[in-house]
């Protein structure tokens, strides 16, 4: 029992893997939207105006492809290092530039608060299902019992 309490029920590699095919899917479908749909593409590039972002005419089809081709490789386990790397450059990159105006508007009453609401960013927690899904996908047969 207190094995169970302090280790787990062990399960670790499929709840890495399932985290790995969940902020892939939602990346890859982010992305694609971003991509093929106008409405989407022109909040996006109305975004990268308001934030300032340099190289517009670039960046408003280099994010959501790399969105869109990351989240899929993430996705299928190819190459998922390198890819959930490259979406961990963005997701930065957008905690960066547009953090500390959000942070503004929730108004924090104290330090505390502030890190609080640093920490609600949804960025800086897909940062850390990031760091945990660049990890290669387990072998399947290490899984079966």
């Given at each position: 029992?207190?094995?169970?309490?302090?280790?787990?029920?062990?399960?670790?590699?499929?709840?890495?893997?399932?985290?790995?095919?969940?902020?892939?899917?939602?990346?890859m479908l982010s992305g694609y939207h971003k991509l093929f749909n106008a409405e989407r593409?022109?909040?996006?590039?109305?975004e990268l105006k308001a934030l300032g972002i340099h190289a517009l005419g670039f960046n408003?089809?280099?994010?959501?492809?790399?969105?869109?081709?990351?989240?899929?490789?993430?996705?299928?386990?190819?190459?998922?290092?390198?890819?959930?790397?490259?979406?961990?450059v963005l997701i930065l990159v957008a905690i960066v530039a547009s953090g500390p105006q959000?942070?503004?508007?929730?108004?924090?009453?104290?330090?505390?608060?502030?890190?609080?609401?640093?920490?609600?960013?949804?960025?800086?927690?897909?940062?850390?299902?990031?760091?945990?899904?660049?990890?290669?996908?387990?072998?399947?047969?290490?899984?079966?019992?």
């Amino acid at each position: 029992m207190m094995d169970l309490l302090f280790v787990g029920v062990g399960w670790t590699d499929i709840a890495l893997t399932l985290n790995r095919i969940a902020v892939g899917a939602f990346f890859m479908l982010s992305g694609y939207h971003k991509l093929f749909n106008a409405e989407r593409h022109r909040t996006v590039v109305d975004e990268l105006k308001a934030l300032g972002i340099h190289a517009l005419g670039f960046n408003q089809w280099w994010v959501p492809l790399v969105e869109f081709s990351a989240g899929a490789a993430v996705f299928i386990g190819l190459l998922a290092p390198l890819a959930a790397l490259g979406l961990l450059v963005l997701i930065l990159v957008a905690i960066v530039a547009s953090g500390p105006q959000r942070i503004k508007v929730y108004k924090p009453i104290d330090e505390a608060d502030r890190i609080d609401d640093w920490l609600y960013l949804p960025e800086v927690l897909y940062a850390l299902c990031w760091s945990w899904s660049s990890r290669p996908a387990p072998d399947p047969t290490a899984l079966m019992p």
